[in-house]
C-alpha cells in the first residue's frame, strides 16, 4: 500500500518513490503493450500528487516548482510515460493561472482538487490551429489536434484555438467527455508508449464564454509572467529526460554487479572490476551528475521568476527561457548518451528482447524530438553573442 498525501504526511517525494517502485513492477509488461496506464493513472490520483502545485488555499499543497519537478524525475526513472503524464498534468493546471481571471484560477483550482481531476492538452502549436467561431454568447471549436497527450485519460482538457474572426490565440479548458470531442486511439510510437499522445478531433464543439481563459475579444500579447508556460514545460522535459537517464543508468548498475561477466581478455575477477568498465560508469555519472546539479539549479531560477507574477519583465522571462535552454541541451545530450552506452557495460545479454531495456533510449528518443535541440542551441549562442532574448513561441 503506497502512502498518501493528507495534511498530516506530505512527504511527496517518499510517495513518489513508493509509486515509482511499483510502477516498475510493470514497467516492461506495458511498454511492450503500449495504450493508456489505467490502473497507474487511478494510484496516481489515490495518492494526492495531483494536486502538488495547486494552492493550499484551495485545498491542493502549493508546492513549488523545483519539489514538483523533482517528482516527476521521480516516477520518470522507472516509467517515462507516466513522469510525463505527470509532469504535463501540473503545467496544465497553471495554465488558468498564466491565462485566465484570478476567479478562473480560483474556480478551476478547486473544482481540480475537489473531483481530483487529471489534466490533458490539445495544444501543441504544430498542428494547424484549432478554430474557435463565435456562436451568440458562446464559442464553436472545430479542427484536429495530432499530438495531444494525455487526454484519452483526462477529466478536462486544455485547448488552444485560433478565433476566426478576430485572429487571435485563446485558450481554454473544457471537459474531455464534451459532445464534439473525438479522442482517438492512434499513438503508437517507439518510445513513451503509454502517454496517449495521439489525436484528438473537435467537430463543432460548444465552448461557454467562461470557460475561455482571460478576454476572449482581446488581442494584447500575453505579459511576461504568462509566457513563462514555455520555460516550464521546457523544464518538466528536462526532468523527463534526467528522470530516464537515471532509471537506466540504476538498472545497467545492478545488472553490471550481478550479470555482467568479465571480458575473456580482462585479469579482472568481475565485471565491476575491470577498470575500461569501471572508467565508463565513472564518465556516465560525471554528466548525470552535472545535469542533476544544473537542473537543480534552473528549477530554482524559475521558482525565483514564477514569484515576480505579473512584475516580471520582459528581459527576464527572457533570461529564464535561455537558462532552460542550457538545461535542455545539456539533458538531452545526456540522457540519449547515457541510454546508448548502458548497453557497453553490460554486455550482450543486457540487449535480450525479455529485458526491453532498451526502452529507455527509445522513450528518450521519442520525445527529444518534441523540438529541435539545435534551436535550443541556437538560442543559448544567440545570447551569449548577441544578447537577445528568445522570442516568445509555445516552443520558446
Not at 543508468?249 to 550479470?259: R, V
Amino acid at each position: 500500500m503506497v502512502t498518501v498525501l493528507n495534511k498530516e504526511s506530505t512527504d511527496f517525494l517518499a510517495v513518489a518513490t513508493a509509486l515509482a517502485e511499483k510502477f516498475a513492477q510493470t514497467a516492461v509488461l506495458r511498454d511492450a503493450k503500449g495504450g493508456t496506464p489505467t490502473d497507474e493513472l487511478k494510484q496516481l490520483r489515490e495518492s494526492g500528487l495531483l494536486k502538488l502545485v495547486l494552492p493550499k488555499e484551495y485545498g491542493g499543497f502549493g508546492e513549488t516548482w523545483p519539489n514538483a519537478l523533482k517528482v516527476v524525475r521521480e516516477i520518470a526513472k522507472t516509467d517515462g510515460s507516466l513522469g510525463q503524464l505527470l509532469g504535463y498534468h501540473y503545467f496544465n493546471t497553471v495554465v488558468p493561472l498564466l491565462f485566465g481571471t484570478a476567479e478562473q484560477y480560483a474556480h478551476y483550482s478547486s473544482e481540480s482538487v475537489r473531483h481530483n481531476w487529471f489534466s490533458g492538452d490539445a495544444a501543441n502549436p504544430r498542428d494547424p490551429d484549432l478554430i474557435v467561431t463565435p456562436d451568440g454568447e458562446n464559442f464553436r471549436l472545430n479542427g484536429l489536434k495530432n499530438f495531444a497527450t494525455g487526454t484519452k485519460a483526462s477529466d478536462v482538457v486544455v485547448i488552444a484555438g485560433t478565433r476566426q474572426d478576430l485572429g487571435n490565440l485563446v485558450f481554454a479548458i473544457i471537459p474531455s467527455d464534451r459532445q464534439g470531442v473525438q479522442i482517438n486511439d492512434d499513438w503508437n510510437y517507439i518510445g513513451q508508449r503509454q502517454t496517449d499522445s495521439g489525436s484528438v478531433a473537435f467537430s463543432n464543439v460548444l465552448i461557454s464564454r467562461d470557460e475561455i481563459l482571460g478576454n476572449p475579444d482581446s488581442n494584447e500579447h500575453p505579459s511576461p509572467f504568462a509566457t513563462l508556460i514555455t520555460p516550464l514545460g521546457q523544464l518538466v522535459f528536462v526532468n523527463l529526460y534526467l528522470g530516464i537517464a537515471l532509471g537506466a543508468f540504476a538498472e545497467a548498475k545492478q545488472y553490471t554487479l550481478t550479470q555482467t561477466r568479465p571480458w575473456i581478455l580482462s585479469s579482472a575477477e568481475t565485471a565491476a572490476q575491470d577498470p575500461y568498465i569501471i572508467e565508463q560508469y565513472g564518465n556516465l555519472w560525471v554528466d548525470l551528475a552535472a545535469t542533476i546539479s544544473h537542473a537543480d539549479h534552473v528549477a530554482s531560477v524559475l521558482q525565483t521568476a514564477w514569484e515576480k507574477g505579473e512584475h516580471l519583465t520582459a528581459t527576464e522571462r527572457g533570461e529564464v527561457a535561455v537558462s532552460v535552454a542550457t538545461a535542455k541541451v545539456l539533458s538531452t545530450r545526456v540522457a540519449l548518451d547515457v541510454t546508448s552506452k548502458i548497453f557497453e557495460v553490460t554486455g550482450a545479454r543486457f540487449a535480450a528482447n525479455k529485458y526491453r531495456f532498451d526502452r529507455y533510449w527509445r522513450n528518450i528518443r521519442t520525445h527529444t524530438l518534441h523540438d529541435p535541440v539545435a534551436y535550443k542551441v541556437y538560442e543559448v549562442g544567440n545570447w551569449v553573442l548577441n544578447k537577445q532574448i528568445p522570442t516568445f513561441t509555445l516552443y520558446t
